[in-house]
Nanobody
Framework: QLQLVESGGGLVQVGGSLRLSCVAS????????MGWYRQPPGKQRELVAT???????NYAVSAKGRFTISTDNAKNTVSLQMNSLKLEDTAVYYC?????????WGQGTQVTVSS
């Protein structure tokens, strides 16, 4: 069992930045794919960004150019740098790690962007 703990969420003004971190309880170096998802109020969970063990990244259109996903295998961490935040980025952000083809989810961290 892999446990994931997200941190870094909070309240930020439009145009501000936040860095989310997801720390895994075990090694993620052999994971298939890692990613960040979010669930805005009243909406379904959606993909934000993913990164493979080989370093290939994929971003939602809404995140492209503003968000950057990265990993630190030595620290078992997946991070999401979010810049130029918009009101519509308000959501609960979840970390997801696929390891041995099983998907693990964190509990989520709230990001609120205010005007």
């Amino acid at each position: 069992q892999l446990q994931l703990v997200e941190s870094g969420g909070g309240l930020v003004q439009v145009g501000g930045s936040l860095r989310l971190s997801c720390v895994a309880s075990g090694s993620i170096s052999s994971s298939n794919i890692m990613g960040w998802y979010r669930q805005p109020p009243g909406k379904q969970r959606e993909l934000v960004a993913t990164i493979t063990s080989g370093g290939s990244t994929n971003y939602a259109v809404s995140a492209k150019g503003r968000f950057t996903i990265s990993t630190d295998n030595a620290k078992n961490t997946v991070s999401l740098q979010m810049n130029s935040l918009k009101l519509e980025d308000t959501a609960v952000y979840y970390c997801r790690v696929v390891l041995n083809f099983y998907a693990y989810w964190g509990q989520g961290t709230q990001v609120t962007v205010s005007s």
